[in-house]
């Protein structure tokens, strides 16, 4: 459910996480550190997810010492999403499988430059309506322009500024 992480060597060197370090400037924290749930290392400010291949070689020995819960990890724990993406609509359930995987697939993109962007529920409500959680605003959003870029509808997006929670609203009939 939180993604499957299929990562290959060449994106992940190739990209740079911009939103991953920027959510965690403020915070300062020992490095290297490891989230003792999903794995991912916080380095040089920003977390990514390890590579065991090429660690290996450079680091033989590299274990990060500190051990915590990555943000993303602490918000699955507790259950506070970041951001909602409301489905719903008869296209949506004649298309449910196909939307599904539009989701996956963008969720997985955007894993490549944020590991901490991750889908922490699907739920479904009846045929035609399904809510989806996520652990950062941006990674809500980005499913917004995803879906209205691949099948058209109406999307809302409304942002709080105040707690930094986004609603993004699809539907088409
Ligand atoms: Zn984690």
Redesign the pocket.
Known sequence: MQGQKKYTNQTFTKRVDHEAGRHHTARAMTEPAV??????VYADRRWTVPEPEAQSEKHPHFRPATQV??P???RQEEGVPSGYVYLEGAFFAAHRDEIKRLIQNEIERTAVKNPLARMMEWEDEGTEKATITTTTEHLAQRLGHALEKAFDGEVRYDFSHENKLARVYWRRG
């Open positions: 989230c003792k749930v999903c794995g991912d819960v990555c993303a990890c602490q």
